[in-house]
């Protein structure tokens, strides 16, 4: 696992890139060009690939389905004998049902009794659903109006044999897992789940089950990342709180670089901190600290330590969310070896004026509900400091203001991201 280049170079590729005022698209294209999957192949079972990232394209062993079938349930026939205008009556000679096929060819003026997943007799290419046509003792009678080759499945129109069914980067979703299982493939490659490192800084930070001293807070960041990330489905290496001293954080820095293959970090990239954290960085890898045109968020560091890439969050707790879902998420994604999708927004009602100055991106923490119109309304969650996560736990969605805008008046349309699911 080796970089292709160094940050310092892509950086310097990407033009009018200021590291102390870097609008939000550009910081992503600067992760995104940096960061290199990993690829390691192992082979697991259908039900374990859930979530993970398929290594090799699928290719489809049959065709599915495997017979042309039908539709619904109803009587298969042959579309020449229907006359166009007019009823049809046709002799009943039998009955189809899933996974047991009418034995014999069906002639002209002859219909079957079919139900839904039945293999089309030979001879039939049309199914007429039963609410329509009228039984008389061995016959039925059709009313005109049918298309020819309704209501009939083709073999192979779901997958084909030969093909690709599935192709090699895709995260598995449970859609997959079926369609994985309609082939009878039993197990896949996927490549290996990604490690994480994370640890909090600050000597003001207690763990749970500590004294809360004066002057000290809970640590919460690594309780939102460790949810996070478990939702990434990563493997986690939780390296506890570093207090801000130099060795400290070098002797956490050199553990998670070891063990992992991402470190994630959060405070001590403040303009107070950040020197102390550039020193010790300087000695173990490439680092670059950026103050990211966004709020909440702005200061972050980005770079590599040993085979590691580092992302350096601030320390304030919605800071640490929202940046990892702009920045980090996409990232551990890309190194998963997969292409991340993109993160979708909606278009809502403002409930309200927001305030917002051009040049930087917010992002304010808002539920969403569908108004009286059906319209959907987006109402900003209170207090928006970077420290306040209640009003992250109420919210359902980030409205994104983005970075030319100003102003919102109130019943203005705003983007916002639903982040059920994401974080
Ligand atoms: P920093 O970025 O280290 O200057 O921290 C900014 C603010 O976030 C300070 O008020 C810190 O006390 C707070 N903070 C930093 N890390 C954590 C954490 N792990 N849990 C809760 N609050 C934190
Ligand atoms: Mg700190």
């Given at each position: 696992m080796t970089a292709r280049t160094t940050l310092a170079e892509i950086v310097s590729c990407l033009s009018d890139f200021d590291?102390?005022?870097?609008?939000?698209?550009?910081?992503?294209?600067?992760?995104?060009?940096?960061v290199v999957p990993v690829d390691c192949v192992e082979r697991v079972a259908i039900r374990s690939a859930l979530d993970r990232v398929l290594a090799r394209d699928v290719?489809?062993?049959?065709?599915?389905?495997?017979?042309?079938?039908?539709?619904?349930?109803?009587?298969?026939v042959r579309s020449a004998d229907l006359q166009a205008g007019a009823d049809t009556t046709l002799n009943v000679v039998g009955t189809a049902y899933a996974g047991v096929a009418f034995g014999g060819p069906v002639g002209a003026g002859e219909a079957v009794r079919v139900m839904t997943g039945a293999v089309m007799p030979a001879g039939?290419?049309?199914?007429?659903?039963?609410?329509?046509?009228?039984?008389?003792?061995?016959?039925?009678?059709?009313?005109?109006?049918?298309q020819a080759g309704q209501n009939r499945r083709l073999r192979g129109e779901d997958l084909t044999a030969g093909r690709a069914a599935l192709?090699?980067?895709?995260?598995?979703?449970?859609?997959?897992?079926?369609?994985?299982a309609s082939l009878g493939i039993a197990e896949v490659p996927v490549q290996r789940r990604l490690r994480v490192a994370f640890f909090s800084t600050g000597d003001e930070l207690r763990s749970i089950g500590e004294p809360l001293d004066a002057g000290c807070v809970y640590d919460s960041n690594r309780y939102t990342l460790f949810g996070m990330l478990t939702r990434l489905g990563v493997e986690l290496v939780d390296l506890g709180v570093v207090p801000d001293s130099r060795e400290a954080l070098e002797a956490a820095m050199l553990a998670a670089?070891?063990?992992?293959?991402?470190?994630?970090?959060?405070?001590?990239?403040s303009v107070g901190e950040a020197d102390f954290t550039r020193e010790v960085m300087d000695r173990l890898g490439e680092v670059a600290f950026w103050t990211i045109a966004m709020r909440p968020g702005r200061p972050m560091a980005f770079g590599r330590v040993g085979d590691a890439w580092y992302f350096?969050?601030?320390?304030?707790?919605?800071?640490?969310m929202v940046t990892f879902l702009f920045f980090v998420r996409d990232a551990l994604i890309r190194l998963s070896g997969a292409s991340p999708r993109p993160v979708l927004a909606l278009r809502a009602r403002s409930v309200g004026r927001l305030r917002k100055r051009p040049g930087r991106t917010e992002y304010q923490r808002a539920v969403i509900t569908p108004g009286?119109?059906?319209?959907?309304?987006?109402?900003?969650t209170g207090s928006q400091g970077s420290g306040v996560l209640r009003s992250m736990s109420e919210a359902n969605a980030l409205v994104v203001l983005h970075h030319a805008q100003g102003d919102v008046a109130d019943g203005e349309l705003v983007d916002a991201i639903p982040f059920d699911g994401l974080i």
């Open positions: 590291p102390k005022a870097v609008p939000v698209d550009r910081a992503r294209e600067a992760i995104e060009r940096f290719v489809s062993p049959i065709d599915v389905p495997a017979h042309d079938n039908s539709a619904m349930d109803g009587w298969a039939c290419d049309t199914v007429v659903i039963q609410e329509v046509v009228r039984r008389e003792g061995e016959r039925i009678v059709v009313p005109p109006g049918q192709r090699a980067g895709r995260l598995i979703r449970p859609a997959d897992l079926g369609l994985l670089s070891r063990n992992a293959d991402a470190i994630v970090s959060s405070g001590g990239v350096g969050l601030p320390g304030n707790p919605v800071a640490v009286a119109d059906g319209v959907l309304e987006a109402r900003i």
